[in-house]
């Protein structure tokens, strides 16, 4: 994690795109949205650029198409048809799906369209079998106040979710096309956000509200954010396919470390004069002896070895301390034609190259003191074109930061993906008439608009005695309508709410994966408890069992906590009190406290706390 910073001096802007699947039927067509495991038909298919209506070809379009992948794509009968096949027109748009993207422009006091023109949005990475993404604009101009700051957004769409990718193997990327139609909201905010910590804040409302429409998915995948971060000597980056709210933060902070080092090595770059020799050499004849095994396999392949000078890069692929820097930014354009990397002089003498080799390349290529230089084993083709993508990546390190698409990863760091996206890659959607919004729907939504978040967590105060910050922590942590179902059947909205709010980040230390912890036996375990079959001290350790992937009965059983009555309880009170009975005496009504530990301890999850401390005060006050 970065140390503390001044983001208002280094300009941090951040604008997030949330992406929101509805729990409806599928945005074009009337098949269910439902994740399948069944593969159904198959289908094998080419993608490739196309160009827009001003003749242009998007440059990210273009990249995706250099990588020559084919696309299969499986077709489960149940949750798919000829539409997702694209063999058929598209219908639609969904009712209901449009009625809850509206709901959420009504929710942020947004300019709704007069008529919905749905556009095609060209993607050829294989998520769309037609080679496109269809999105429509439903609403401008509204406004969300987080904590008194209102973060603008400038445009809501409604489109739809992509293919599901499985796997990637033999130059073939396979697909599944269950989630592809999936309706999305998606709100994009201005660039107010100017704190790492305030992304997540906002997520977290805009996430709020949509769970309040009762019609959106639940569950890892169904919401996605994307992020748009820049400082002011930096450049703006999207970085895709954060699912994490909680780790918006720390994506924040390392892409700006990352943009401050770029920055750092452009002023190095600048001052050694560095520059970037674009001619390719056969450096093959220098590697016929070399022993390593990625390049000899390539030798005997009739591949030969590549290299191009990199004047003036010399440590700043990858630092004096290991870290890594330009070095493994160029391998990522690299790959995008398809290599499996490069090899740069940063890092070497490794993977079987020896000084001997380097030697030869730098002799080769004239390297001097502060050169670098950059390998590629492969044919001459596709080496030119790998070593190419590597020329563009260090002219634009001596610019600085390259506007980019990059990939969120799992550690809060990201990778390049793609060049950002330019306006050559929308165009009007021709299967689809426009979508006329009648004011009489508006009028009807207004009439139905759901219960704000902010009333919400009013009435959770009022109605169930919660204080504020249980309330609020409920809805951020997205557990409001499952913690309001189980009360409205069983009571105990206190037991209920720590349960989610203190019991489930415990066991999530110890290793327990909660999200295993379903509604259906959430339910169970608090009817259970209602009808006093075990003490809510006993629910951490059913829940740790039921994670496990145990039954409620099954858990109860490993738990071991079949119930005690109050004669057993108080037969194993008057024990303890009997054993320690000089204790009692000296200490009095001062010995319940050491004496409830003990019992707590023996009669965990069997017996109420409460009851178990009202007779034990009973028995020492017989005794004093």
């Not at 209602?530 to 059913?542: S, T």
Request: with cysteine.
């Amino acid at each position: 994690m970065s140390e503390s910073r001044d983001y208002d001096e280094l300009g941090l802007k951040v604008g997030l795109e949330i992406h929101q699947q509805l729990d409806t039927e599928k945005l074009f067509c009337a098949c269910p949205s439902d994740m399948v495991e069944k593969e159904g038909v198959e289908v094998l298919r080419d993608l490739r650029p196309t160009r827009s209506e001003l003749g242009e070809v998007d440059e990210a379009a273009l990249m995706e198409a250099q990588k020559g992948l084919k696309f299969r794509y499986q077709a489960p009968e149940e949750s798919s048809c000829l539409v997702e096949l694209d063999e058929e027109p598209p219908y639609g748009p969904d009712e209901e799906a449009l009625d809850v993207g509206l709901t959420m422009a009504l929710f942020m006091d947004a300019d709704i369209v007069d008529e919905i023109q749905f556009m095609r949005k060209i993607v050829i990475d294989g998520s769309n079998t037609t080679g496109f993404q269809r999105t429509g604009l439903i609403a401008l101009d509204g406004t969300l106040k987080v904590d008194g700051k209102e973060i603008g957004i400038p445009t809501m769409c409604l489109e739809e979710d992509a293919a599901r990718s499985l796997e990637e193997k033999d130059g073939e990327k396979v697909f599944r096309l269950d989630r592809l139609g999936i309706p999305l909201v998606e709100i994009a905010t201005d660039p107010d956000i100017n704190e790492p910590e305030e992304a997540k804040e906002v997520a977290q409302k805009i996430g709020s509200l949509f769970r309040s429409t009762k019609k959106v998915k639940r569950g890892i995948g169904t919401i996605r954010e994307d992020l748009n971060v820049s400082i002011e000597e930096g450049s703006r980056i999207e970085m895709k396919g954060v699912q994490e709210l909680d780790m918006l933060p720390e994506y924040v902070e390392k892409e700006v470390d990352r943009q401050l080092k770029l920055l750092e090595i452009k002023e190095t770059l600048k001052e050694r004069g560095a520059r970037v020799d674009k001619e390719v050499y056969d450096v093959t004849k220098q590697f016929e002896d070399c022993e390593s095994g990625i390049i000899q396999g390539s030798l005997s392949e009739g591949n030969g070895v590549f290299a191009i000078k990199l004047q003036g890069f010399n440590g700043e692929l990858r630092g004096e301390d290991g870290e890594p820097l330009l070095g493994p930014e160029m391998a990522e354009y690299a790959k995008k034609t398809g290599v499996q990397g490069i090899f740069h002089s940063d890092e070497l003498p490794k993977f079987g190259i020896t000084e001997k080799e380097i030697k030869g390349v730098e002799d080769k290529l004239d390297i001097e003191e502060q050169d670098a230089f950059a390998l590629v084993t492969e044919s001459e083709k596709r080496a030119e074109e790998a070593l190419q993508r590597v020329i563009e990546r260090a002219e634009k390190a001596l610019k600085g930061v390259p506007e980019e698409t990059r990939q969120a990863k799992p550690d809060g760091t990201s990778v390049f993906l793609r060049p950002l996206s330019g306006k050559a890659r929308m165009y009007p959607e021709t299967d689809i008439p426009p979508k006329p919004v009648d004011e009489k729907k508006i009028e009807r939504l207004k009439e139905e608009l759901p219960e704000r978040p902010s009333k919400k967590i009013e009435r959770y105060q009022e109605e169930f005695g919660l204080n504020e910050q249980q309330s609020e922590q409920l809805f951020k942590k997205a557990y409001d309508d499952l913690f309001e179902n189980i009360v409205e059947k069983y009571g105990s909205p206190s037991v209920v709410a720590n349960t989610f709010l203190h019991t489930y980040p415990d066991l999530e230390k110890e290793g327990h994966e909660v999200e295993k912890i379903g509604e259906k036996s959430l339910l169970e375990i608090f009817k259970r408890f209602e009808d006093g079959d075990f003490a809510k001290e006993g629910i951490p350790d059913l829940l740790k069992e039921v994670a496990q992937g145990k039954s409620v009965e099954e858990a109860v059983k490993a738990s071991g906590l079949e119930t005690v009555s109050e004669e057993d309880i108080r037969e194993k009170v008057i024990k303890i009190v009997d054993e320690r009975q000089d204790f009692v005496e000296e200490r009095e009504m001062g010995a319940v406290g050491p004496l409830m530990g003990v019992l707590m301890k023996e009669l965990k999850g069997k017996a109420d706390g409460e009851k178990i401390s009202e007779i034990l005060r009973e028995e020492i006050q017989k005794r004093i």
